[in-house]
């Protein structure tokens, strides 16, 4: 369909904004016409009396992405709960098809597009009949899932892919991330070659905990630096749009 991935994690609150504008941000700072999307945003905050897609303003601020947020998301909500339900709680309805269209519009437009799911791949968008994991079956989008790198990974990652490729959806790679420095005890040593062993697919990177990143304060502090020397984004690119690149 389009050039590009569906990213989606393990469980609410993995990073997965964050992974996503710095991939972003190493793309185009190699001259690649990189973008990255949030079709539906759970918890926007309303300003001046507009709702505000946060994941998006990040997104903008890190990857330095000229677009207008109504480029780059389609259906906001306040409450930040799971967007079948922020929809319902706000008098209205996430439907399918425009989110859909919606995608396939900028995945046509750039060489390579990010598209940010909403929790896990099981969360339902507008309803049970079409999840995260619909909108990637319907985009043809193999998956990025982003993983924590704690007790209780393995569980989570594993599932996660195993219920992927159930669907038959490819997962092009894992990214753990969050690793504290100096807190790195036997499991978090040993969860990423586990993970690799037991679903077949490739750990492509380990990303530090960074304390001056944060999307709601919109602070990216070495960000963008440490993703482009953390993680194999070269193979991603290279699999998608045959751009050249390392990493």
Not at 68 to 92: C, Q
Request: glycine share 12%; hydrophobic share 40%.
């Amino acid at each position: 369909m389009g050039r590009g991935y569906l990213v989606t994690g393990t469980d609410t609150g993995v990073g997965k904004t964050v992974i996503t504008a710095a991939l972003v941000g190493v793309w185009r700072r190699r001259g690649i016409d990189a973008v990255a999307i949030k079709p539906v945003q759970s918890g926007a905050t309303e300003v001046k009396g507009r709702l505000v897609p946060e994941d998006v303003v990040f997104y903008r601020h890190v990857a330095g992405l000229p677009q207008s947020l109504d480029e780059l998301n389609l259906y906001r909500f306040t409450p930040a709960v799971s967007p079948h339900l922020a929809a319902k709680l706000s008098g209205e309805r996430v439907e399918p098809s425009r989110v859909v269209d919606f995608c396939r519009e900028v995945l046509q437009r750039h060489e390579l597009v990010l598209v940010e799911g909403a929790g896990g791949l099981c969360v339902p968008l507008s309803g049970p009949d079409f999840t995260v994991a619909d909108l990637a079956r319907e985009l043809s989008l193999p998956l990025l899932v982003v993983a924590r790198p704690g007790l209780g990974s393995i569980n989570h990652t594993v599932l996660t892919v195993a219920y992927a490729q159930n669907r038959g959806l490819p997962v092009a790679g894992i990214i753990i991330n969050g690793l504290k420095a100096g807190e790195a005890g036997p499991a978090e040593k040993d969860n990423p070659g586990i993970i690799a062993a037991m679903t077949g697919v490739p750990v492509l990177g380990i990303v530090p905990y960074l304390p001056g990143v944060s999307v709601e304060k919109g602070s990216a502090d070495g960000l963008v630096e440490t993703v482009e020397n953390t993680v194999v984004w070269g193979d991603l690119v290279s699999r998608i749009c045959g751009c050249t690149g390392t990493g």
